[in-house]
């Protein structure tokens, strides 16, 4: 599967991110290469290779995650500019009315 300019300007377009032509062809080509990748990588045969989640015998490191009480929503309702019916207001993110975009 290849993909074209076209593909990664329309990426681009939805992430409101902009390049210029030679970056355009830059990301084209790198992300062709990504994509060659991942297609040589599943025809990889792994019959018979048992699942691998963990590849040390380390289970975890890290502390043993505990839930503590939080601070009261009026409380940190008290840092943020505006608010409404206890929640915190932004603004909302239309674009040529499409929401979301």
Do not use: C, H, W
Not at 42 to 57: K, M
Not at 63 to 83: C, F, H, M, Y
């Amino acid at each position: 599967m290849s993909i074209t300019k076209d593909e990664i300007q329309k990426v681009a377009q939805l992430s409101k991110l902009t390049f210029s032509e030679n970056d355009l062809e830059m990301y084209t080509e790198q992300m062709g290469k990504i994509i060659n990748m991942v297609e040589t990588l599943e025809n990889v045969d792994t019959e018979g290779v048992p699942f691998t989640s963990n590849v040390t015998e380390e289970i975890s490191i890290l502390r043993e995650d505990i839930a503590l009480p939080g601070e009261s929503r009026e409380e940190l309702l008290k840092n943020v500019p505006e608010t409404e019916d206890g929640f915190i207001k932004v603004p909302a993110i239309i674009d040529n009315g499409e929401v979301g975009a």
